[in-house]
């Protein structure tokens, strides 16, 4: 018996990929085809791994799952996997510690946790015309400076605003605060 080629084993990674995506959204074969602007008969057979499709069409199917092509094609992941904290992307700026809690790259959307100590502050980057970022309060007080107007928030407040705009964070407050931001990139940028 031999082992599958490398070909071989890309294009079961492939359909394997596809099905388990498609199947996670809850789509039938002829809807998904239909996002994609592909033939049903195409993506039967992408999903058999009897398929060698183009770029083009590669393109398509990973829009239509909302995945990157690189996703499409990588060997398939676990079904779970646990990430502890000090695997997380973690990095202070100024006083602030800033974790990353998305630790695979998702295309247009950044989710960071920030620890601000009381009185601590740190300047935003401002992002791509069209962001949008929300900014929550779990813990202590936050502070939020968007172009000279300044917003406190509360446990639980949520505040929305252009990610685009000159921003700052801090903690007016006088214990630690703990805020999560969550960044969409506006898809026409990416």
Known sequence: MS???????????LARNIRTLREARGLSQTHVAKLAGVPRATWSNLESGGANPTLSVLTRVAAALRVSVEELLAPPRARCRLFRADELRRKTRGSVVVRELLPDPIPGLQLERMVVPAGGRMTGTPHTPGTR???????????????????????????????DQKHGYGNGGREEAVGYSVVVVDPRGL
């Open 3 to 13: 082992t599958p080629s490398s070909m071989e084993r890309q294009a079961a990674d």
């Open 133 to 163: 970022e929300y900014l929550t309060c779990e813990r202590g007080l936050l502070t939020l400076t968007v172009e000279g107007e300044t917003y406190q928030l509360s446990p639980g407040d949520v505040l929305v605003f252009r990610g």
